[in-house]
């Protein structure tokens, strides 16, 4: 079979002029192979009754190469399916469900073919039930593959029903993995949605399902779970950003000081802190750079956010607090931080949360353009008074990331005096660098006054010197 296999897929990439194509008819071999396929996967479901593939391991070899040379059928004969008995395909549910739970990714290949080859017999039912089942790791490409097969063979509203399914499931928190993946998969293929109408059982609702995933991140058991649901945010934000809401964009920000938090999620894994603050950065860059002007006139929640990832960058879990020695019982001082913050963050997370600073201070021009287009119609000599105007849009931007950024500065260098952070490693002061000129950079005399004010004179002191640093190091030098 495998020689059939190969020979097929030279002719199907060989162009018609070539003598080989003229040689060889090339239908005749597509129909040997076909027979040659449909007696394989009859040869193993027999076998698999019968317990003779239970102990072996050449039935999954043997199983992946016939699965390899359906893929090569697939295309020239897509009219025709493989033709199999009833029994032999309940046989092949079985063994497909089997190797699932042996953490094979052959059962989910298993179960793609199935499910384009008999497609009747598989509706959302079926799906949403194989995606409770066990992930184990290295399957995950599998089950986007499975999952892209039945999007391909049901229209728009099957897929939107099993969306809406899979988002207001039980189990996006803990447990299989596996509904996570597909919603990402499903998102993923979904073209950004045209104007949204009412009662439209054909379009996804992406504000629903935004509303929906972003309060989870907060209840992730695990560190995969989090992970997965904020690249299925992130996908939200960035590839179906006019499909993002106003209250998608500030729940999100609410989620990532709900995560920063002490009710943050309880993840054991080891490596888990450097994970959720890189995943955190990420959802609130995006924010910054896809959804800058619904910021604006809702500046509060983004101070509130970065302050929030201050305070974790600059905790260190493994020593007491201030507010432990002074109220050893409270509950603040039993849980400060996050309970995922096990280990201090490093110098590499102190550089991406300069990078949200900086974000803020110098906006980008794609960042406060329009939304909307110019028309196609418009004369060349226009050009120079959009650049005018996108220059302007850029300063304003500055103007009012200046007006309240001195507020993370300021908590900055009080959480520097306080028990929460104050011996800050000096890779971590030099990473924040970048970030704290910036905010420099665009704060005003009035701004530099309101925060002298607000310090005591040990805070003072602190700001005078990291003043002096930034005239010295930081000012016009392109940070």
């Avoid at 943050?264 to 802190?273: D, M, R, S, T, Y």
């Avoid at 010295?472 to 940070?479: C, L, Q």
Wanted: some cysteine; hydrophobic content about 40%.
């Amino acid at each position: 079979m495998l020689l059939v296999k190969g020979l097929a897929f030279a002719l199907k990439c060989a162009p018609d002029s070539k003598p080989l194509n003229s040689a060889i008819d090339s239908s005749k071999v597509m129909r040997k192979l076909r027979k040659m396929v449909e007696h394989s996967l009859s040869k193993f479901a027999s076998e698999y009754k019968s317990h003779a593939v239970v102990e072996g391991n050449e039935a999954p070899l043997t199983l992946q190469a016939t699965l390899s040379a359906v893929d090569c059928l697939s295309d020239t004969l897509a009219s025709k399916a493989i033709e199999l008995q009833n029994e032999i395909v309940a046989q092949l549910e079985a063994a497909a469900q089997s190797y699932v739970a042996q953490g094979r990714p052959i059962g989910w290949k298993l179960r793609k073919f199935l499910l384009v080859n008999f497609p009747d017999r598989y509706k959302e039912l079926s799906i949403t039930s194989w995606l409770e089942e066990s992930v184990e790791a290295g399957t995950e490409d599998s089950i986007y593959e499975l999952v892209e097969a039945f999007i391909k063979v049901n229209n728009q509203a099957t897929k939107v029903r099993l969306l809406t399914t899979l988002v207001h499931g039980e189990k996006l928190t803990a447990g299989s993995l596996g509904a996570l993946l597909a919603i990402k998969k499903t998102i993923e293929l979904q073209a950004p949605n045209p104007s949204l109408t009412k009662d439209d059982d054909e379009v996804i609702d992406i504000a629903a399902i935004h509303g929906q995933l972003a309060p989870l991140l907060t209840k992730t058991e695990t560190i995969q779970h989090f992970n997965h649901l904020s690249d299925i945010l992130l996908l939200l934000l960035d590839k179906h950003a006019n499909s993002t809401t106003q209250f998608g964009i500030e729940l999100t920000l609410t989620s990532v000081i709900d995560v920063c938090s002490p009710q943050g999620p309880n993840l054991p894994e080891a490596k888990a802190a450097g994970q959720v603050y890189d995943k955190s950065y990420k959802l609130v860059a995006a924010i910054i750079k896809r959804h800058r002007r619904r910021l604006e006139g809702h500046f509060p929640i983004l101070l509130a956010t970065l302050q929030a990832m201050l305070r974790v960058l600059l905790a260190d879990p493994n020593s007491t607090s201030q507010a432990h020695r002074q109220h050893p019982h409270s509950q603040q001082a039993k849980r400060p931080y996050p309970p995922w913050l096990s280990s201090r963050l490093q110098a590499r997370h102190a550089a991406r949360f300069a990078r949200l600073l900086t974000l803020v201070c110098e906006p980008s021009a794609a960042s406060v353009a329009s939304s909307s287009s110019s028309s196609s119609s418009s004369r060349s000599s226009s050009s120079h008074q959009q650049q005018q105007q996108l220059d302007s849009a850029t300063d304003a931007a500055k103007r009012t990331a200046g007006q309240d950024m001195y507020v993370v500065l300021e908590t900055y260098i009080k959480l520097q005096l306080e028990g929460g952070g104050a011996d800050v490693p000096r890779d971590v002061r030099k990473a924040l660098e970048t970030g704290v000129y910036a905010i420099l950079d665009v704060t005003p005399q009035g701004g530099r006054r309101v925060l002298g004010d607000s310090l005591d004179a040990n805070g003072r002191a602190l700001f005078r010197q990291l003043y002096v640093d930034y005239k010295k190091f930081g000012r016009w030098s392109g940070v």
